[in-house]
Structures are given as structure tokens and as C-alpha cells.
């Protein structure tokens, strides 16, 4: 999609804007309806179920001493587990992914790599596993992917569809990967860091005012 | 819980409720029909378990546990499969923190977290240090699920089926490794005590399951650490050591009379009577050397001393004893032909010792050597072993608690 462009709702008409080029889709914000740009692919409306997450569109945090606000989200709902993978836009306009499940919170590039399929088939849980030159990783889980949702604006996520098997790596110094794997084929993946609330600043996320 | 819940149906009687933990359950009982099954498209069976076990925690009670506050969602009855042996968890849930767990095996609780890191990472050795405690493997098991009641964020039954589980301890602390063919995951634990588990539910302790033994993480003091016991030990030992030198450098240590006596000097009366002599300042000890030149000998004599200013007596014997000799290809002795008698509070004045010897048949004479103001040691000496009797009656203790506390491992140190 085109940054700062209006796009119009097929279903309200209410007017939306695209805050990033690499956009991928926009959910209405008033009735939900996906606008995709017209020369993209379409997806079908796939509205989020309600959890238990803290953060919310309009989340602001710092990380790396960079301001972001989230501004739409993918959840992947996995066999054992859910991955909220958040769109965030940082003040320079550049995108990342803030990914959070059950209290675990890790920021990504929207940077995607491959990974061979030769490759790809040694990637398991509990196995260590050596990526290019600098980086060693420990599979920590392996889980099919059963269903999706997103809401607000969607940043470059490759692959967004079901099926797949999420996998993610992590080596002690707090670098994690999360791939996507497809049966025989290259595996996608993304870098990212290892972080917690503390670090974050999360200001404007959701009170659960009975927790405290 | 607020918010607008998911409503599920049971797919055995049809039952339908309200899921507490929204889109986040993927496994539940059903709270009519009791029956475990899975929300996901993967697993459509059903599990129905034998038997119903009592909870000391309610579904829904929401507890402060190290200022967050979680809720049960959860409660499962798990099977060890080679030793059969049985124990609870609650499972717990906190929005901003995730799940934890509390698990209960024999009336001892621990807190239980997942934690980012993989403390023991490409290590294979059994004993490891993690965050400046070293942790040592205590057990590995697999385990079943017998019992399950309430919401689950991921398929309790399955994953426990298929999970090995090492768990490492130091206590309080534990640390869990659970390994499977799709995941691993490293948790931490700590001992809580049931007064800090009724204070954090609002539920009294007698509802808890009762105490046996020492429980596998169950610190054996929670107020201090061997090393500051040993320490604050060493530090008082030699607090009184220096103050014993100090004080003894006060010590006048004056020899007041020493003379020979020989048997052909003694009297009609068969007694010494020394000259008088001063002793000086208020009341001190006062010591009494006897010597005799022994050789397979004894020497034996009753002493008399004697104040001369108001006619008091302090009475005391003294018996010394040395033989030696030969034998078996290696030269032996025993006893000593030194004797030391040490009269406390002594006032001052003028004094003088009546001596009553008996000789032996080679043996012909002794000397005596008093001094006034000696300094003593055995003061300092009890105090001493007053301080170290505690830290090691306590560490004595330790030990055998530890050794209860392994008893139940296959991977005692102990063995």
C-alpha cells in the first residue's frame, strides 16, 4: 500500500490511511472490512477473537531508544500456544514486529530470510543449529500454525496463511528467529531480540485494573 | 474476569459455559460432564478420567504471589510413570506475565515459571550454576495427566504424555527442563511456604494438604547462609581471641616463691612449711607448679595454703605419675612429671604453703614454683566452643536433612 494515501472502506466508505509503504492490508477501524490496495492480493476478513493481551493499536513503547506505536496485528493461533506478531512503526517510518505470547515479548525486524530446505529440515526443538557465521540458535519449539486473524494495518508478514509450521530459535544472548516452515519447502525467517516490559516503556496498553 | 467471553460447548453432553481465558484456552473440562478435551481442529478426542481429587485451590481464585497477582485456571493430578508416585498443580494466570504454576507434592508448594533463558545450554554434566546457584539434577521423569479440571492454555495431556522432564534444585530453588519432540522449555521454581500461600489466596492453611517430611526444595534455613554462619563464627572466635591477649597483656604473671624440697630434709612431722610470702593486689589466681624428677615413678603430696592475716586455707593434693620404657622395637611414656594446681580469687596478703609429701622408694625430692596473676585460657576457650557448637550442631543438622531431602532422588550425592 502507499504511505499516507487515503483508501477508502468497500463496506462504511470511512476514510483510512496507510501510515507505511509496506503495508500489506488495512482492517476498517469503525466495521472491520479488509481494504487491500487494488493491485495486491486479497484477503478475506479474519477479525481477531478476544485474549487476554495487555497491548492494544495505539500501544506506544521505546526500543533501542526508538519511539513506536503498534499499529495493527497478526495473531496466529498455534496447536499449543498464540503468537500476537503486532505491527509497530518506529519514528522513522521504518516497520518492525513486536511479538508477545503469554507474557514473553520480543521485537522483530520485517526483514525476511530464507532458509534452504536442507537446512530447514534440521530445524527442531532442542537442537542446535547454526545460522551463516555469527549466529547459533537452540530450537525451543515447533508449532503448526491452526488459524490467523489480524486486525488494524498489517505490516510485510511473507507467508499469510495457514498451515505452517512457526519455529523459533533463541541463543543465550537474547537473539531469537522465528521461521515459517512449509513441508519440502525454503523456510522464511525474521530476526529479532529478546525484551521484556521493563525495557519496552509500554505506555497506553490495555489496564487490566483486576490484576492489580 | 471482565469482557465479552467466549461461550463453548461441550461436545459430549452439550453443556455451555463461558471460557475465563477467551481465545487463550485450548484445552477444558467441561464443568457439567467433567470430560478433557481440546478446542483446536488437531485433537478431537475426548478424555474421561477415573477418579475426582480434592483442590485446595479454587478455580477462579485470584492470589498475590511476589506482587503480581494471579488467577487459577487450572488444576491437574499428575502421575510419575515409573515410581507411580502422584502430586497437584494449579495452574495460574496473569495477563502481563503469562502462566506460572503451583505445584504441591506431600503438603510442600513450589512457584513455578517459565523463564527466556536455557541455563544449562550445551552442557551435559549433572551439576550446573545458574545465576550464582548451582543447581544439581534431583529427578527425570515422565509423567501422565490422571486428573484435570478447569482451562488450559496449552494440551496439558498431551504434552505431559510426551515430555521428559529433568528438574534441578538448589534449594529453594528448582530448575525444570521439559523436553519433547516439538519443544523445550526451561522453568524456574522456589519453595513457598503454606502461611505465604494462605496470605497470598485469602484461604486458611488447614485446607492445605498436610506436611510430610522435608519437602525436594524446602530450604533447611531461610534466614541465613551456611557461608554467614561459618563467617559471623570466625569473626566471633577471633573477637574473643583478641580480646583474651588483650586483656592478658594486664596480667602481672609474678613468680612469688619456687624453692627444692628433698625427703632428707623433712621433718618429724612430715611437712614442708614455706616462708611466707606476698601476695599482692586484690583477689587473682594463683598457680602452684610441682615438679619432680621421675623416672617410673610417682610422687604424690597434699598442699595446705595458708592466710596468714585471717587464717584461711585453700586444701588440694596433686599426684604425678611417669613411666617409660622400651618395647616391641618403639620407646613409649606416659604421664608427666609436671603437676599444676590453679586456685582462683586468691585475695591479697601474706601467705605461706604447708606441703604433706610421699616419696616413693627412688624418688627424693620435688620443687614448686607458685606464681601470682597467671594469665588462663580456659575462659576463652569455653566461650569458643560455645560459639561453634551452634554452627555445627547446625550444619551437622543440615547434612542429615539434606541426606532426607536426596533419599528420595536417584542422583543423591549422598550415594
Not at chain 2, 73 to 82: D, I, N, S, Y
Not at chain 2, 319 to 328: D, F, N, Q, V
Request: aromatic share 14%; with cysteine; glycine share 6%.
Amino acid at each position: 500500500m502507499i504511505r499516507n494515501q487515503l483508501y477508502s472502506c468497500p463496506s462504511c466508505q470511512l476514510s483510512c490511511i496507510a501510515r507505511s509503504d509496506e503495508t500489506i492490508l488495512l482492517t476498517c477501524r469503525h466495521c472491520g472490512t479488509v481494504i487491500s490496495d487494488n493491485n495486491a492480493k486479497k484477503y478475506s476478513p479474519a477479525p481477531v477473537p478476544e485474549d487476554w493481551s495487555f497491548i492494544q493499536i495505539g500501544t506506544k513503547g521505546i526500543f533501542n531508544n526508538k519511539d513506536f506505536v503498534v499499529i495493527g496485528r497478526i495473531r496466529f493461533q498455534l496447536r499449543n500456544d498464540y503468537k500476537n506478531c503486532w505491527t509497530i512503526i518506529y519514528n522513522d517510518n521504518q516497520l518492525g514486529w513486536l511479538i508477545e505470547s503469554m507474557g514473553s515479548l520480543a521485537i522483530f525486524e520485517t526483514k525476511t530470510y530464507s532458509l534452504s530446505v536442507e537446512h530447514t529440515s534440521k530445524l527442531k526443538a532442542n537442537v542446535v543449529i547454526k545460522i551463516g557465521k555469527d549466529i547459533k540458535v537452540t530450537g525451543e519449539y515447533v508449532e503448526k500454525c491452526e488459524t490467523l486473524s489480524y486486525e488494524g494495518e498489517v505490516g510485510p508478514w511473507k507467508d499469510l496463511s495457514t498451515g505452517f509450521f512457526m519455529i523459533q530459535a533463541s541463543s543465550n544472548n537474547g537473539t531469537v528467529l522465528m521461521f515459517t516452515v512449509r513441508p519440502q519447502q525454503d523456510s522464511l525467517y525474521i530476526v529479532g531480540k529478546k525484551t521484556d516490559l521493563q525495557q519496552l516503556k509500554l505506555e497506553n496498553s490495555i489496564e487490566w485494573n483486576e490484576w492489580k | 474476569m471482565s469482557g465479552n467471553n467466549p461461550n463453548v460447548s461441550c461436545p459430549s453432553c452439550s453443556h455451555s459455559f463461558t471460557l475465563k481465558g477467551k481465545a487463550m484456552t485450548l484445552a477444558m473440562t467441561c464443568p457439567n460432564c467433567h470430560i478433557y478435551y481440546r478446542r483446536g481442529n488437531w485433537n478431537k478426542d475426548i478424555t474421561k478420567f477415573e477418579n475426582t481429587y480434592p483442590q485446595a485451590l479454587p478455580l477462579g481464585a485470584k492470589g498475590k504471589i511476589d506482587g503480581t497477582v494471579y488467577e487459577v485456571m487450572g488444576f491437574l493430578v499428575k502421575k510419575e510413570k515409573r515410581y507411580k508416585y502422584t502430586w497437584r498443580e494449579y495452574m495460574l494466570f496473569n495477563p502481563y506475565l503469562g502462566y506460572a504454576f503451583l505445584s504441591e507434592y506431600d503438603g510442600h508448594w513450589n512457584f513455578i515459571w517459565p523463564i527466556e533463558d536455557n541455563p544449562k545450554e550445551h552442557r551435559v554434566d549433572n551439576s550446573f550454576v545458574y545465576e550464582h546457584e548451582t543447581y544439581q539434577l534431583f529427578q527425570k521423569y515422565n509423567a501422565e495427566v490422571i486428573y484435570a479440571n478447569g482451562e488450559f492454555f496449552f494440551d496439558v495431556v498431551d504434552l505431559t504424555d510426551s515430555t521428559l522432564t529433568e528438574e534441578y534444585i538448589a534449594p529453594p530453588f528448582l530448575l525444570g527442563r521439559e523436553v519433547n519432540e516439538d519443544s523445550l522449555l526451561w522453568f524456574k521454581g522456589e519453595y513457598i511456604t503454606e502461611k505465604e500461600l494462605s496470605e497470598a489466596f485469602d484461604i486458611p492453611a488447614k485446607n492445605f494438604p498436610q506436611k510430610r517430611g522435608l519437602g525436594y526444595t524446602e530450604p533447611v534455613s531461610t534466614s541465613f547462609s551456611d557461608q554467614s554462619l561459618i563467617i559471623v563464627g570466625i569473626l566471633l572466635c577471633l573477637f574473643v581471641i583478641l580480646s583474651q591477649l588483650f586483656l592478658s597483656s594486664f596480667d602481672k604473671n609474678t613468680v612469688v616463691y619456687q624453692d627444692t624440697f628433698s625427703a632428707d630434709k623433712l621433718t618429724s612431722q612430715k611437712v614442708f612449711i614455706t616462708p611466707s610470702f606476698t601476695l599482692e593486689g586484690s583477689s587473682k589466681n594463683l598457680d602452684i607448679e610441682t615438679y619432680a624428677p621421675l623416672s617410673n615413678d610417682w610422687f604424690y603430696a597434699e598442699f595446705t595454703l595458708i592466710n596468714e592475716d585471717d587464717g584461711t586455707e585453700y586444701n588440694f593434693t596433686k599426684e604425678i605419675e611417669y613411666y617409660s620404657g622400651y618395647e616391641g622395637g618403639e620407646s613409649w611414656s606416659e604421664g608427666s612429671m609436671f603437676g599444676e594446681a590453679l586456685l582462683s580469687k586468691i585475695p591479697g596478703g601474706h601467705y605461706h604453703i604447708n606441703i604433706y609429701p610421699e616419696f616413693s622408694t627412688l624418688n627424693h625430692e620435688f620443687s614448686i614454683k607458685v606464681t601470682r596473676d597467671l594469665p588462663t585460657y580456659t575462659n576463652m576457650w569455653v566461650v569458643i566452643l560455645c560459639i561453634i557448637i551452634y554452627p555445627a550442631v547446625y550444619l551437622v543438622h543440615k547434612r542429615y536433612r539434606e541426606q532426607a531431602r536426596w533419599s528420595e532422588s536417584d542422583y543423591s550425592p549422598y550415594d
